[in-house]
């Protein structure tokens, strides 16, 4: 089909918007690359340029040196398989019932389930009740009990379920399948597409969540990553970026020790994202068909 005047000209203009934007987003994380790998006299000049004038490596020799990142590393890698594998089970524990009509009341259940997406007790309450009440401060659980249930992500998984024909459900029943069997043997394998999106969904919000872990962790050694990267980027805490009792310059060498953190920090995330970046799409999609 031919396009018209008009259209290539709105075209041209979608190219080099894109083209733009696209800049505007990958100059900034670019620049942090070049800074990592500038040496400290090149970091502390700030002036534009697209590559260093000397490629350095002694930043990520001294971030990966650093003990902090590795158990960082390790403490976020137990919260997101801990927390995904709980958020799952209970998602679907929650989500199935909601998605039969015969359920009573499902109606006020569903009701007081959505309520909680936007009222919620509040910070001080959240707070009384993990480090007082219950005293999983300074655990892991106070990171992956309180996300436990995402709200959303239950009603994306209720209505994927509600999606799935009836008539499957009946005919295991004449078979004499439970509800526990059908959930385990039937609902849960054809719903594997919107699973893996919601588990997806869970471990990226793990890997990125720092908050929790300000309020109720209090070990260093217990810090997920983001927290330690905040400990050096924000905070410039010498302990965590490994400054501390060296004759490195904080003045000076700390930009090039930032930067190389927040790489170490965010590489593996952004090297996985689009490759599951359709399932995010694919999973909203599927779960949206029916409310």
Known sequence: MKLTSGEKVFQGFNYVFLALLGLATIYPLWEVVRISLSTPAEASRMAFALWPKEISWDAYNHVLNNSFIWTGYKNTIYRMVLGTAIQMVLTVLVAY??????LPHRS????FVVFT?????????EYLLIQHYLHLGNT????VLPPAINTFSMLIVRNYFMAIPHEIEESAKIDGASDLRILSYIMVPLS???LVTIGLWSLVAH????????????NGTDYPLQMVLRKIIIEATPMFDGTAGSD???NIAAE???AASIIVGTLPIVMIYPFIQKYFIKGVMIGSLKG
């Open 97 to 102: 019932p909601l998605s039969r009509k015969k």
């Open 108 to 111: 006020a259940f569903t009701l």
């Open 117 to 125: 997406m936007f009222f919620s007790g509040g910070l001080i309450p």
């Open 140 to 143: 892991i659980w106070a990171l």
């Open 192 to 194: 594997i597409p919107i």
């Open 207 to 218: 890997w990125n969540a720092w908050f929790d872990a300000l309020i109720f962790i209090r």
């Open 248 to 250: 490195v310059s904080v």
């Open 256 to 258: 090039t020790i930032k």
